[in-house]
T-cell receptor, first 119, second 112 residues
Framework: GAVVSQHPSRVICKSGTSVKIECRSL??????MFWYRQFPKQSLMLMATSNEGSKATYEQGVEKDKFLINHASLTLSTLTVTSAHPEDSSFYIC???????????????FGDGTRLSIL | SQQGEEDPQALSIQEGENATMNCSYKTSINNLQWYRQNSGRGLVHLILIRSNEREKHSGRLRVTLDTSKKSSSLLITASRAADTASYFCATALRGANSKLTFGKGITLSVRP
């Protein structure tokens, strides 16, 4: 159980293109989803916390107009990288946490990541 | 700055040996979690230990937590080549919107 599907797994596109990444919780409901960015051989950097039915909470230094997050249902959150440029190339990973119970004691369940390459 | 800091940064062992990885953190936490990441993939949750727990086991994994020293260790016994991956500790504070703060990770290589 607790499977998170992230799509697409790999995107290569030209500079200026907008790219949408989907994160779905397949067998559970997730009030909260998280979006991370990971550079090669580095740790995960939290970009934003996505809450179903409300605006995302962005971490300091993350441009909300650049990285648009929509969490329209309890099983789907999307991250859109608008007008992507080469410096946006990275590995983007989403995660979801089960709804209910002691939320702070719930593990996060991760998608397999999206490798974004902007030419 | 990163909440969690693992050491060593890289570890290479022979199959069958035990692997011990350490994590230190700076502030009071609600729980500490260990995750594994295979190359180019997402993270897999391994084990969660709460602040009022001292030790936890799951299969070949043993995690300890010392809140007085603000440190945790992950022990993998009888390692296998398939255990080759990056391992991250992550800390969570209290609260419904608690987010995880990840350490830099440890690269474990298990030689067959």
């Amino acid at each position: 159980g607790a499977v998170v599907s992230q799509h697409p797994s790999r995107v290569i596109c030209k500079s200026g293109t907008s790219v949408k990444i989907e994160c779905r919780s397949l067998d559970f409901q997730a009030t909260t989803m998280f979006w991370y960015r990971q550079f090669p051989k580095q740790s995960l950097m939290l970009m934003a916390t996505s809450n179903e039915g409300s605006k995302a909470t962005y971490e300091q230094g993350v441009e909300k107009d650049k990285f648009l997050i929509n969490h329209a249902s309890l099983t789907l959150s999307t991250l859109t990288v608008t007008s992507a440029h080469p410096e946006d190339s990275s590995f983007y990973i989403c995660s979801a946490r089960l709804t209910g119970g002691s939320l702070s004691n719930q593990p996060q369940h991760f998608g397999d990541g999206t490798r974004l390459s902007i030419l | 700055s990163q909440q969690g800091e693992e050491d060593p940064q890289a570890l290479s062992i022979q199959e069958g040996e035990n692997a011990t990885m350490n994590c230190s953190y700076k502030t009071s936490i609600n729980n500490l979690q260990w995750y594994r990441q295979n190359s180019g993939r997402g993270l897999v949750h391994l084990i969660l230990i709460r602040s009022n727990e001292r030790e936890k086991h799951s299969g070949r994994l043993r995690v300890t937590l010392d809140t007085s020293k603000k440190s945790s260790s992950l022990l993998i016994t009888a390692s296998r080549a398939a255990d080759t991956a990056s391992y991250f500790c992550a800390t969570a504070l209290r609260g419904a919107n608690s987010k995880l703060t990840f350490g830099k990770g440890i690269t474990l290589s298990v030689r067959p």
